[in-house]
Protein backbone atom coordinates (compact mmCIF):
# COMPACT_ATOMS: atom_id res chain seq x y z
CA UNK A 1 0.00 0.00 0.00
CA UNK A 2 1.69 3.32 -0.67
CA UNK A 3 -1.58 4.92 -0.86
CA UNK A 4 0.60 7.75 -1.11
CA UNK A 5 0.00 11.86 -0.55
CA UNK A 6 0.25 12.09 -4.03
CA UNK A 7 -2.04 14.88 -5.24
CA UNK A 8 -4.07 17.71 -3.08
CA UNK A 9 -7.01 19.26 -5.19
CA UNK A 10 -6.26 22.90 -5.64
CA UNK A 11 -9.60 23.24 -3.21
CA UNK A 12 -7.47 22.12 -0.66
CA UNK A 13 -9.50 19.08 -0.22
CA UNK A 14 -7.12 16.54 0.97
CA UNK A 15 -6.57 13.16 -1.84
CA UNK A 16 -5.45 11.08 0.75
CA UNK A 17 -4.39 8.08 -1.33
CA UNK A 18 -2.53 6.76 1.68
CA UNK A 19 0.69 7.87 3.61
CA UNK A 20 2.87 6.87 1.56
CA UNK A 21 4.60 4.28 4.16
CA UNK A 22 4.65 1.22 5.79
CA UNK A 23 6.59 -2.14 6.79
CA UNK A 24 7.69 -5.22 4.13
CA UNK A 25 5.85 -8.15 4.31
CA UNK A 26 9.17 -10.21 4.00
CA UNK A 27 9.73 -9.46 7.79
CA UNK A 28 7.21 -12.07 8.61
CA UNK A 29 10.05 -14.88 8.10
CA UNK A 30 12.70 -13.36 9.96
CA UNK A 31 9.85 -12.99 12.96
CA UNK A 32 8.53 -16.49 13.05
CA UNK A 33 12.39 -17.46 13.33
CA UNK A 34 12.06 -16.30 16.86
CA UNK A 35 10.19 -18.40 18.47
CA UNK A 36 12.06 -19.43 21.25
CA UNK A 37 11.46 -15.38 22.56
CA UNK A 38 7.67 -14.75 21.06
CA UNK A 39 6.45 -14.68 24.61
CA UNK A 40 8.63 -11.94 25.67
CA UNK A 41 6.46 -8.91 24.69
CA UNK A 42 3.08 -7.98 25.99
CA UNK A 43 0.15 -8.86 24.30
CA UNK A 44 -1.90 -5.54 24.27
CA UNK A 45 -1.59 -2.00 24.78
CA UNK A 46 -3.01 -0.23 27.41
CA UNK A 47 -5.65 2.70 26.40
CA UNK A 48 -4.34 6.19 26.14
CA UNK A 49 -1.04 4.93 25.53
CA UNK A 50 -0.39 6.94 22.25
CA UNK A 51 0.64 11.02 22.82
CA UNK A 52 -2.44 11.76 20.54
CA UNK A 53 -4.85 8.91 21.62
CA UNK A 54 -6.89 11.35 23.68
CA UNK A 55 -7.70 13.72 20.88
CA UNK A 56 -10.28 11.06 19.29
CA UNK A 57 -12.92 11.73 21.45
CA UNK A 58 -12.42 15.26 21.34
CA UNK A 59 -13.77 18.58 19.70
CA UNK A 60 -13.74 18.59 16.13
CA UNK A 61 -14.28 20.56 13.36
CA UNK A 62 -16.90 19.42 10.30
CA UNK A 63 -13.61 18.77 7.97
CA UNK A 64 -11.62 17.00 10.57
CA UNK A 65 -11.76 12.98 10.53
CA UNK A 66 -9.55 11.43 13.42
CA UNK A 67 -9.42 7.48 13.94
CA UNK A 68 -7.89 4.90 16.51
CA UNK A 69 -7.16 1.63 15.16
CA UNK A 70 -5.74 -1.36 16.99
CA UNK A 71 -5.99 -3.52 13.43
CA UNK A 72 -3.04 -5.67 13.61
CA UNK A 73 -3.10 -5.89 9.75
CA UNK A 74 -2.45 -1.93 9.10
CA UNK A 75 0.97 -1.46 7.78
CA UNK A 76 3.79 0.46 9.62
CA UNK A 77 3.04 4.27 8.56
CA UNK A 78 6.45 4.52 6.15
CA UNK A 79 5.53 2.30 3.62
CA UNK A 80 7.20 3.18 0.00
CA UNK A 81 6.64 -0.37 -0.96
CA UNK A 82 2.73 0.46 -1.14
CA UNK A 83 2.01 -2.96 1.11
CA UNK A 84 -1.49 -3.12 2.32
CA UNK A 85 -1.37 -5.36 4.80
CA UNK A 86 1.30 -5.94 7.81
CA UNK A 87 2.42 -9.94 7.78
CA UNK A 88 5.13 -9.06 10.36
CA UNK A 89 4.04 -11.25 13.29
CA UNK A 90 3.14 -8.17 15.44
CA UNK A 91 1.28 -9.00 19.04
CA UNK A 92 -0.20 -5.65 18.98
CA UNK A 93 -0.73 -2.55 17.02
CA UNK A 94 -2.06 1.31 17.57
CA UNK A 95 -2.80 3.38 15.16
CA UNK A 96 -3.94 7.26 15.21
CA UNK A 97 -4.77 9.47 12.08
CA UNK A 98 -5.77 12.84 10.85
CA UNK A 99 -6.69 13.99 8.12
CA UNK A 100 -8.24 17.86 7.44
CA UNK A 101 -7.92 19.60 3.77
CA UNK A 102 -3.87 19.67 3.50
CA UNK A 103 -3.00 18.15 6.51
CA UNK A 104 -2.09 14.06 7.34
CA UNK A 105 -0.84 13.70 10.75
CA UNK A 106 -0.20 9.78 12.28
CA UNK A 107 0.64 8.17 15.22
CA UNK A 108 1.68 4.11 15.44
CA UNK A 109 2.81 2.00 18.21
CA UNK A 110 3.69 -1.41 17.13
CA UNK A 111 4.68 -4.04 20.00
CA UNK A 112 6.01 -7.40 18.20
CA UNK A 113 7.38 -10.90 20.37
CA UNK A 114 10.69 -10.07 20.59
CA UNK A 115 13.78 -7.80 19.55
CA UNK A 116 14.96 -9.90 16.67
CA UNK A 117 11.04 -9.36 15.37
CA UNK A 118 11.40 -5.15 15.77
CA UNK A 119 14.76 -5.23 14.46
CA UNK A 120 13.65 -7.51 11.42
CA UNK A 121 10.57 -4.64 10.83
CA UNK A 122 12.75 -2.02 10.92
CA UNK A 123 15.16 -3.88 8.83
CA UNK A 124 12.09 -4.39 5.83
CA UNK A 125 11.71 -0.95 6.26
CA UNK A 126 15.13 0.57 5.24
CA UNK A 127 15.15 -2.50 2.39
CA UNK A 128 11.54 -1.36 1.16
CA UNK A 129 13.40 2.07 1.10
CA UNK A 130 15.92 1.44 -1.27
CA UNK A 131 13.29 -1.14 -3.13
CA UNK A 132 10.71 1.67 -3.88
CA UNK A 133 12.51 4.86 -2.90
CA UNK A 134 11.56 6.59 -6.49
CA UNK A 135 8.68 5.83 -8.84
CA UNK A 136 5.46 6.92 -10.95
CA UNK A 137 4.88 9.30 -13.77
CA UNK A 138 3.57 12.82 -13.81
CA UNK A 139 0.78 13.41 -11.04
CA UNK A 140 2.06 9.82 -9.48
CA UNK A 141 5.71 10.57 -9.27
CA UNK A 142 7.47 10.21 -5.81
CA UNK A 143 10.54 9.49 -4.19
CA UNK A 144 11.53 9.20 -0.70
CA UNK A 145 15.22 10.28 1.20
CA UNK A 146 16.14 8.83 4.92
CA UNK A 147 18.68 9.16 7.01
CA UNK A 148 19.62 7.49 10.41
CA UNK A 149 18.76 9.73 13.55
CA UNK A 150 19.62 9.00 17.28
CA UNK A 151 16.71 8.12 19.10
CA UNK A 152 16.03 4.79 20.95
CA UNK A 153 18.28 1.72 19.43
CA UNK A 154 17.89 2.64 16.03
CA UNK A 155 15.56 5.15 14.13
CA UNK A 156 15.23 7.29 10.79
CA UNK A 157 14.15 10.21 9.62
CA UNK A 158 12.30 10.37 6.24
CA UNK A 159 11.22 12.72 3.84
CA UNK A 160 8.29 12.15 1.12
CA UNK A 161 8.05 14.03 -1.69
CA UNK A 162 4.87 13.56 -3.96
CA UNK A 163 3.78 16.07 -6.97
CA UNK A 164 2.07 18.37 -5.22
CA UNK A 165 2.51 17.87 -1.31
CA UNK A 166 5.39 16.12 1.02
CA UNK A 167 5.62 14.11 4.28
CA UNK A 168 8.15 13.41 7.32
CA UNK A 169 8.16 11.17 9.14
CA UNK A 170 10.40 9.73 12.30
CA UNK A 171 10.16 5.90 12.81
CA UNK A 172 11.91 4.66 15.84
CA UNK A 173 12.86 1.05 17.54
CA UNK A 174 12.97 0.81 20.99
CA UNK A 175 13.66 -2.70 22.19
CA UNK A 176 10.98 -4.99 20.89
CA UNK A 177 8.41 -2.21 19.88
CA UNK A 178 8.62 0.34 16.89
CA UNK A 179 6.82 3.80 17.01
CA UNK A 180 6.11 6.27 13.93
CA UNK A 181 5.57 9.65 13.51
CA UNK A 182 4.73 11.46 10.38
CA UNK A 183 3.40 15.10 9.36
CA UNK A 184 2.71 16.39 5.79
CA UNK A 185 4.80 19.77 6.12
CA UNK A 186 7.27 21.12 4.07
CA UNK A 187 10.77 19.24 3.56
CA UNK A 188 13.46 19.05 1.87
CA UNK A 189 15.71 16.27 0.41
CA UNK A 190 18.83 17.55 2.64
CA UNK A 191 16.39 16.82 5.98
CA UNK A 192 17.60 18.83 8.12
CA UNK A 193 16.88 18.15 12.15
CA UNK A 194 14.87 21.59 12.10
CA UNK A 195 12.30 20.08 10.16
CA UNK A 196 11.97 17.17 12.53
CA UNK A 197 11.82 18.55 15.88
CA UNK A 198 8.00 17.79 16.50
CA UNK A 199 8.14 14.71 14.99
CA UNK A 200 11.83 13.65 16.79
CA UNK A 201 10.46 15.14 20.41
CA UNK A 202 7.17 12.75 20.11
CA UNK A 203 9.54 9.77 19.08
CA UNK A 204 11.75 10.39 21.91
CA UNK A 205 9.10 10.54 24.21
CA UNK A 206 7.28 7.61 23.14
CA UNK A 207 11.18 5.66 23.02
CA UNK A 208 11.34 6.20 27.01
CA UNK A 209 7.66 5.25 27.05
CA UNK A 210 7.66 1.87 25.60
CA UNK A 211 10.32 0.47 28.68
CA UNK A 212 7.22 1.36 31.13
CA UNK A 213 5.41 -1.88 29.62
CA UNK A 214 6.77 -5.01 30.34
CA UNK A 215 9.07 -7.00 28.26
CA UNK A 216 9.50 -4.46 25.76
CA UNK A 217 12.93 -3.03 27.10
CA UNK A 218 15.94 -4.95 28.44
CA UNK A 219 16.49 -4.40 31.89
Known amino acids: MRRVLVSLAATAAVSVIGTGQAVAAQAAPAARATGQAMAAGPAALPKGFLLEEDKVNGPRRPWEHLKLTDSLKKPLEVNPCDR??????RSAS???????ETVYRSEQVVLYPSERAARAAMQSVRADLDKCGTGGRGPNRYSYKWKSTDIGDEALRVGGFFFENSSRSVIVRKGSAVAVYVRTGVVTKSLPVSQFRPLIKDARTMATKLCDLPGVCRR
Open 84 to 89: RTARDG
Open 94 to 100: RTFTYVA
